[in-house]
């Protein structure tokens, strides 16, 4: 985990921007940020917009929290099926900050989905967790990406010490499966796009986002790995640290847990991660 020394650090502040005493506010990362939303308009809520794939917009109110921190005490898998069959999946994630309890929806479509699963492998859920969204851009496509960070702690400059993801993700290219095949060796950049095992060979089990022939990227093994992780080492650990304290945020309704995501979204290439704004 992503810690750092006890000089060095300092004790996270539980709760949000501000408290109204509430239980069970849901929020998720609709308009980049960690945000509340509403189809009507309601006091500390702004008009705001999002648009679909086929260009139509979708307008509503949304009230936006800076950071959200708490004590994570659910961790489960949530599937909504709307009217027309359409089905959205998210991990839904309890925060209680002693104040209210926050339910944060991190969908299967958005990308901060794999690296959040990710990162939530490294966290210490005896201790707070502090979550912040905003929306970057992708370096290379210059294009709006979304991005939701953890931390459990702030470092002597006053700023959060992010925690990092527990794995690499290792973008396997045409080129290089290619070359894999043919025995040829590699470049130092390509190298580092490869999993070896102890004895030097290539570690095909490892869960590589892979290029199709079409030339897009498909993040399925990825995803299905972390997700196995998630059930796995994730939630056994969210429910030892609530047995720990003594206390226990039941997230409501229960939904199986033996799901499966819904087919990851297709990937142009491997993105850059967007500038911190701290």
């Given amino acids: 985990m992503n810690t750092g020394t006890q000089t060095e650090v300092s004790q996270l502040q539980l709760g949000a921007e501000e408290s109204h005493g509430a239980n069970r506010i849901y929020v998720d990362l609709r308009i980049g940020k960690i945000a509340q939303t509403s189809k009507e308009s309601l006091p500390g809520y702004v008009p705001a917009q999002t648009k679909n794939k086929d260009g139509s917009i979708n307008n509503f109110y949304a009230k936006a929290y800076g950071q959200i921190t708490g004590y994570v005490t659910d961790i489960r898998w949530h599937v909504h099926t709307l009217p027309d069959g359409t089905k959205l999946s998210s991990w839904q994630i309890t925060i209680d900050t002693t104040k209210e309890v926050f339910v944060l929806k991190v969908g299967s479509n958005d ?91 290539f570690n095909k089990e490892y869960p590589y986002i892979i290029e199709k022939s079409d030339g897009s990227w498909s993040l399925d093994m990825w995803t299905e790995f972390l997700f196995d992780q998630m059930n796995e080492q994730v939630i056994p650990n969210v429910k030892a640290a609530a047995e720990q304290r003594g206390s226990f945020t039941p997230a409501g309704e229960d939904v199986p847990m033996d799901s499966v995501p819904d087919e990851a979204p297709e990937m142009t290439g491997p993105p850059d991660d967007d500038d911190i704004p701290w």
């Fill in 111 to 201: 990308r901060p989905f794999e690296r959040t699963m990710n990162c939530l492998l490294n966290v210490d859920f005896t201790r707070p967790v502090r979550f912040v969204g905003f929306m970057g851009k992708n370096r290379k496509t210059n294009k709006p990406q979304k991005m939701l960070m953890l931390s459990q702690e702030m470092g002597a400059d006053g700023k959060p010490v992010w925690i990092q993801p527990a794995m690499d993700e290792k973008w396997l290219s045409r080129l290089v499966i290619n070359k894999l095949k043919e025995g040829i060796e590699l470049t130092p950049e390509e190298e580092k796009r490869v999993s070896r095992m102890a004895d030097g060979k």
